[in-house]
């Protein structure tokens, strides 16, 4: 099934990005668990937001006023799929995270994002990429390489892509194996490679679960 355009009319008129979305990261973490060896699994991920509490404090002891309050940025609207070795405790092996609007509408948060993603690389997790939204034009991953490595920025400069990321160990030296495939609309999208956590590769099926998707939601075909 091709790509189609869930940010602009006439889809974006007749079905929410955001539940699609949910339902795609439900779908990917299904094909992944049909995958993984006894010992992993994945789930689909959608924090909710922070939530402050303004209770009555129970504690005895008041602490003073803090000397500096600094507002940040963290990443928002996640939509992503975590997959978890689970012996000895879930650890994090590997994350698809699907790309939101709200990741590319300004720098802080763009900055966010590639903050959590270079998180992933200094814990080895692997990472998928998946940038569908067509309603901002900045392109993440291409950043991503500019704050990782300036000279290969300029070889990413399209909108829409899904990208793979891997570290790895090659004579002592740590080194960051990039995937990167060009998407568009009207386009199938691709197969990605997904390197979990000790080595283990899975083929993240995009076009399948977007067809599953676009079927279980009954997203009519071109937005029609």
């Not at 404090?57 to 602490?63: A, D, E």
């Not at 903050?115 to 950043?143: M, P, W």
């Not at 490679?193 to 079927?215: I, N």
Request: proline letters at 9%.
């Amino acid at each position: 099934m091709p790509l189609q355009d869930h940010f602009r009319p006439p889809l974006s008129a007749r079905r929410h990005w955001h539940a699609f979305h949910n339902s795609w990261a439900t779908y990917l973490s299904s094909d992944l668990n049909r995958q993984l060896p006894p010992g992993y699994f994945a789930e689909a991920n959608f924090p909710f937001p922070i939530e402050i509490d303004v209770g009555s404090p129970t504690t005895v002891w008041t602490p003073p006023a803090p000397r500096l309050t600094i507002p940040i940025s963290l990443v928002t609207d996640t939509v992503e799929v975590l997959i978890f070795n689970s012996e000895g405790g879930p650890t994090l092996a590997g994350a698809v995270e699907l790309v939101s609007p709200a990741n590319k509408d300004r720098p802080a948060h763009r900055d966010a994002f590639l903050s959590k993603c270079i998180a992933y690389f200094q814990q080895a997790v692997g990472l998928v990429v998946v940038d569908v939204v067509t309603e901002r034009t900045a392109n993440l991953h291409a950043e991503l390489l500019a704050r990782l490595a300036p000279a290969s920025a300029a070889q990413s400069s399209t909108e829409l892509y899904a990208a793979a990321y891997r570290m790895v160990a090659r004579s002592e030296q740590q080194s960051l194996d990039v995937w990167h495939e060009t998407l568009a609309i009207g386009r199938p999208l691709p197969t990605m490679p997904l390197w979990l956590r000790g080595g283990l590769c899975l083929a993240v099926e995009l076009e399948a679960t977007y067809e599953r998707t676009c079927s279980e939601q009954r997203v009519p075909l071109n937005g029609a």
